[in-house]
């Protein structure tokens, strides 16, 4: 359907989101009850109904056990409830429908021998918050958008082997890495094709700090919210984002000092300056 819009729009700039399938990963270094705590966020909040819910988690196979451990208890103390109710953190899926989709996926990853260690079953339209471990990666669960409450734990051996395994579906929206060395973490964000351009990209590398607020290396104000593959095509906020609507023109006056120079400038609006808030002279 998404195709079919663009295509229709003509020569219409047009932004997609047509889905993600997001994945953290996690060295060994990571704070690993820091992560626990923003991945139970990221893939449970709003039932997992969320474009950038996480759904797929790599960790390094020397703390695989204690994380599977921690995310575990944590998802089971969820509370399932009505939409209505304050105390409600699982409520109901957008339909019956969709709640049946979810149980499906999930009960063929078991099939293939993935290892259900919490939640999972369908309730109507309710979906209990749930963990998977050593998910296929070719299986629907990994590959495509679950829209759902439930995320996979996967371990990997080496940095470049979880790389690969993000890079390995057709989505793009959003990725991140905890880790306490951001250095080594940055030689390899190049690599993860996701939400990225130019090093200007929406991945988040975390670490945490003794004492510290946590550090989050490419967020701020400016940061462009992008997509990196077929699914998620287009930018948001940010320069390079406001980039896209706009056309380049060249204004040369017939003094020197007049010159303006190279820049992106709205159709009809006469812009100057260089900040972060607006477009400006390149």
Known sequence: MGREIRAAAGLKKVNLDLGGNSAVILEPDADLN????????????????????????????SIA???????????????????????TQIATLISEEA??????????????????????????????PGILADVPEQSTFM??????????????????EAIDRVNGTPYGLQ???YTQHLKNAAAHVGR???????????LHMVRRRPNRKTSSVGSGRARPWLGHSGKDGGKQLGRSGRAGYLSRHR???????????????????????DDADRPGIA
């Open 34 to 61: 820091a992560a626990v705590a923003r991945i139970v966020q990221g893939g449970f909040g709003f039932s997992g109904q969320v474009c950038i819910s996480v759904q797929r988690v790599y960790i390094h196979q």
């Open 65 to 87: 056990r204690d994380f599977r451990g921690l995310v575990t208890t944590a998802a089971e103390k969820l509370r399932v409830g009505h939409p209505s109710e304050e105390s």
């Open 99 to 128: 709640a049946r989709r979810v149980e499906q996926w999930t009960s063929a990853a078991v099939q293939a021998r993935a290892k259900l260690l919490t939640g999972g079953t369908q309730r109507r339209s309710t979906i209990v």
């Open 143 to 160: 590959q495509h958008e679950l829209f759902g409450p439930l995320a996979a734990v996967n371990s990997y051996g080496s940095l470049n």
């Open 175 to 177: 990725a991140g890495i």
């Open 192 to 202: 993860i094709l996701s939400g990225g351009d130019d090093r200007a990209c929406s």
């Open 251 to 273: 204004r040369t006056g017939r003094r020197p000092d007049d010159q303006i120079g190279l820049g992106y400038i709205q159709p009809g609006v006469q812009e100057a300056g």
